[in-house]
């Protein structure tokens, strides 16, 4: 039997790996190794529409958030999740640049870049919703020194986590042609037909 609506069968599939990466976020892990970003650029790069691509991830985000306050954890400060999903929203942006090459160096790129931007706006954030710091630059440099131990974690979740679903969805494309994106020509009857 042939699949009818293979851009939906795409969707459906990203969708769901961006939801089981999501709760990746629930196992046990060291501070900011996680699959968020991973998510972000991942949704970027695959998500036909620049709606989908922010939406399904910056959902992801609170909602597992949630499931992480009423489980585990707490959730971020809500001062700084303004921060944290802008530093997400950037992400997306990333992955949708990435969106014509998701090849290796373009991804780790990504990746590394999004390490960077999650650990100076996440800082800022931090700086400007806390009372911990002094308002001052003296204050501001504090804040980003104090990020930098959770700054390897962060490159090094965003990596594997970004090698993790790039890499595993290329090999499904390969294993079954119908998650394969559209041609353009078929992408453009498809969205006039909606």
């Known amino acids: 039997m042939e699949w009818k609506h293979p851009t939906r ?15 990746f976020r629930l196992v046990p892990h060291p501070p900011n190794f996680t699959p968020i970003a991973a998510m972000a650029l991942f949704g970027g790069a695959f998500f036909p529409t620049q709606r989908s691509a922010f939406a399904v991830p910056l959902v992801t985000m609170p909602l597992s958030d949630l499931v992480l306050v009423l489980a585990v954890y707490g959730l971020h400060g809500l001062g700084v999740m303004p921060f944290v999903c802008g530093s997400f929203a950037l992400t997306v942006c990333l992955g949708r640049c990435v969106r014509q090459q ?32 002094p308002g001052a630059w003296k204050g501001l440099i504090a804040c980003h020194a104090a990020a930098v131990p959770c700054f390897g974690n962060t490159i090094a979740g965003n990596l594997f986590y970004a ?11 390969r294993r079954f ?16 037909a909606r």
């Open 9 to 23: 069968l795409r969707f459906g599939s990203l969708a769901v790996i961006t939801v089981l990466a999501a709760a």
């Open 102 to 133: 998701p090849r290796l160096p373009f991804v780790a790129g990504a990746a590394l870049g999004n390490a960077l931007l999650f650990c100076l706006i996440t800082s800022l954030g931090v700086w400007l919703c806390s009372l911990m710091y």
């Open 163 to 173: 090698s993790l679903l790039f890499g595993g969805f290329e090999l499904m494309q």
């Open 177 to 192: 042609p119908l998650l394969q994106a559209p041609s353009p020509a078929l992408a453009e009857v498809t969205l006039a």
